[in-house]
């Protein structure tokens, strides 16, 4: 009960201020996971409560814009948003599946990975907005680290049983829980969906503050609680037992790193200081991180290999055969059950899941997303925490899947980088409308060249 408690007190509050009851959303949709359902019956599409809070945000801010529109830019991920969505769309609607069974996959999709992403960009325009989502933030990953730690410890996660009793269909129950596997041991996801996700998650929080306190000297608030809940990241990352949050820290982490700055070696000092407390668990896990450099390491610690990889990029182009144009929709692994879809072992990569599922239309849509966010948007707002970040996001959605992605938080750390750039700044007070739809001028001017 506490979840929607929760829930309806926000939206009350919304009322009042929908701006900051719209931030501690945001910072409370960290703790929704996809077993916590509003409406969960056999043969009805499933409606969780994550997906329904985000649909009522959205709608509510696009019925009232104008009221909440401040930004300088019209949404700059509009033109590859469109095209995934129209995507997303086809796939749905031509899917093996059916369309039903597919309606509440592309409601969620719309609602997380589009329409929500718009109603942040023009609404977190100030400051302020920022300085309390942070806190928010804040409080909320101190307490995941936390957590953490206290799971690690008891060897089980009781917010998870729990979080599975709230979804009353047996069959649409997900457990991404690992238990005690002989290659790794017990593996940490803490408040999270799944300990991929996790550690991103803790990976993503722990070069935010890194980048802001290093590069940019920002007066964060709770600086001396961010900097410790960033060290108590990096501690959870090793917890969760998982390589994907290794990569994206080690690959994101690119983004604050500046030898001539002083303050980069005040950072590393207090890392180094952590590290002390941290080393009897890395030392316990070391294999896990050597395993990203050494075949012996990796055998040790089990997970994919190279081989096992190919052999699921052929089955995904087996399957992509059967419908090349939009694909089989993002279910077909329900109606579909031969030695292909389970060569695919879940579809570890995005790729795995896009080539069969999405087809054509799907295989050019994302790879024009990840052009948009690896090489338009970076160089236009000349930023290379928004580059380097991308590369990192990209390369672990491509090595592995990643069960219950926070997208948001994602873009939530390129709308900030956005708009702290000289280039956002110069427009101040002007209001400019360009979106862009497959290199068609929607609106007067376009500025992304």
């Known amino acids: 009960m506490i979840f ?7 939206i009350l509050y919304s009322f009042v201020n929908f701006k900051r009851g719209f931030i501690i959303f945001l910072a409370f949709k960290l703790l929704l996971v996809r077993n916590i359902t509003l409406i969960s019956i056999p043969g009805i599409p499933l409606l969780t409560l994550d997906m ?17 529109s401040t930004a300088k830019y019209s949404f700059p991920y509009m033109s590859p948003g469109m095209l995934l969505m129209l995507s997303w769309t086809l796939s749905a609607l031509f899917s093996v599946a059916g369309f039903s069974s597919e309606i509440s996959v592309l409601i969620g999709d719309v609602a997380n990975e589009f329409l929500l992403l718009i109603a942040m960009w023009e609404t977190l325009e100030d400051k302020e907005d ?5 806190g928010m933030i804040t409080i909320v990953i101190f307490a995941s680290c936390i957590y953490a730690l206290v799971e690690y410890k008891m060897q089980t996660n009781p917010l998870q049983i729990y979080e599975m009793t709230l979804n009353k269909d047996p069959l ?16 940490v996801q803490s408040i999270f969906e799944h300990a991929i996700t996790a550690g991103i998650i803790w990976a993503l929080y722990s070069v935010f503050v890194m980048t802001s306190i290093v590069k940019y ?25 998982q390589r994907a949050g290794l990569v994206f820290f080690f690959i994101a982490a690119l983004s604050f790193f500046k030898p001539k700055k002083k303050k980069l070696y005040v950072i590393f000092a207090l890392v180094a200081i952590g590290m002390v407390f941290i080393s009897p668990y890395l030392i316990d896990n070391i294999n896990i991180l050597l395993s990203l450099f050494s075949s012996k390491a990796q055998s040790q610690v089990g997970g994919s290999d190279a ?11 087996q399957l992509f055969f ?20 389970r060569a695919l072992l879940g579809g570890e990569s995005i790729w795995f899941s896009v080539i069969p599922g999405y087809g054509l ?29 991308s590369v990192a996001y990209w390369v672990v959605r491509t090595l592995t899947s990643v069960p219950g992605m926070k997208v948001y938080l994602i873009y939530l750390f390129f709308i900030y980088f956005i708009k702290k750039s000289d280039r956002y700044k110069v427009y101040k007070g002007l209001r400019q409308n360009e979106w862009r739809l497959q290199g068609t001028i929607v609106h007067h001017k376009n500025v992304f060249k």
């Open 4 to 10: 929607y408690l929760c829930s309806i007190l926000i």
């Open 52 to 68: 329904f809070m985000s649909l009522l945000y959205s709608f509510w801010f696009f019925l009232f814009k104008k009221k909440y």
């Open 130 to 134: 920022f300085d309390f989502l942070f």
């Open 172 to 187: 649409k129950i997900i457990d991404f829980g690992y238990g005690i596997d002989k290659w790794r041991g017990y593996h």
């Open 217 to 241: 000297n920002e007066p964060l608030r709770f600086k001396a609680i961010s900097v410790v809940t960033a060290i108590l990241c990096l501690l959870a990352v090793i917890l969760t037992k």
């Open 307 to 317: 081989s096992m990889r190919w052999e699921q990029l052929n089955a995904a182009f």
């Open 322 to 341: 059967k419908a090349p144009l939009f694909g089989l929709g993002s279910k077909f692994d329900s109606v579909i059950n031969n030695r292909y879809v």
């Open 361 to 389: 239309l799907g295989i050019v849509s994302y790879l024009y997303s990840a052009y948009w966010m690896l090489y338009k948007i970076p160089k236009y707002f000349r930023s290379i925490e928004l580059f380097w970040v």
